[in-house]
């Protein structure tokens, strides 16, 4: 398994920490890159989807530098540590292979699918992911600390533009 983004209960054991540590390390930007792939937000009609819960997940190398004791570049922007996220993925990205990389179940990718976090598309009954959407969704949903919120730029802001989404390039 070839993980990209790794969820809370990794992050405790390889940086030692407790689950109730994690929103304090958030605020005082000890972990810059974490991003909320919830169900929040996209259908507050649905039953339950307004109400869901949060799915925080780490991008992994700032948390195995972490865990290593080593410096993890802090120059590094949103853009840049969303391209390297998506960016060895070209068009689309099969939901499996996504679902697998950002550790989440099939069945909440179908979720984000269905209400709209992610575009999707149904090829020969696989599903698969525009990769743009993915960049789009992972900008909107960085979690910023409580302290700069109000200063935060705009997520999407410097996303590349003039790529066409398609699963065939």
């Known amino acids: 398994m070839n993980a990209i983004l790794f969820p809370t209960s990794v992050v405790c054991l390889g940086l030692g920490v407790s689950v109730r540590q994690i929103p304090k390390m958030i605020d005082r930007r000890e972990v810059r890159w974490v991003f909320d792939l919830g169900l929040h937000g996209l259908d507050p009609r649905s039953s339950g989807i307004g109400r869901s819960s949060r799915h925080l997940r780490f991008y992994a190398p700032e948390i195995v530098a972490k865990s290593l004791g080593q410096p993890f570049d802090a120059t590094i922007g949103p853009v840049q540590v969303v391209e390297q996220i998506v960016g060895r993925w070209k068009g689309c990205v099969h939901g499996v292979s996504l679902a697998n990389s950002f550790l989440i179940s099939r069945a909440h990718l179908l979720k984000l699918c269905r209400h709209g976090g992610l575009r999707c598309r149904i090829v020969g009954h696989k599903r698969w992911v525009l990769v743009n959407s993915l960049r789009r969704f992972l900008l909107s949903r960085l979690v910023v ?23 065939h390039e």
């Open 145 to 167: 600390p409580r302290q700069f919120a109000e200063q935060a730029p705009p997520a999407a802001r410097g996303l590349p533009r003039g790529r066409k989404d398609g699963c």
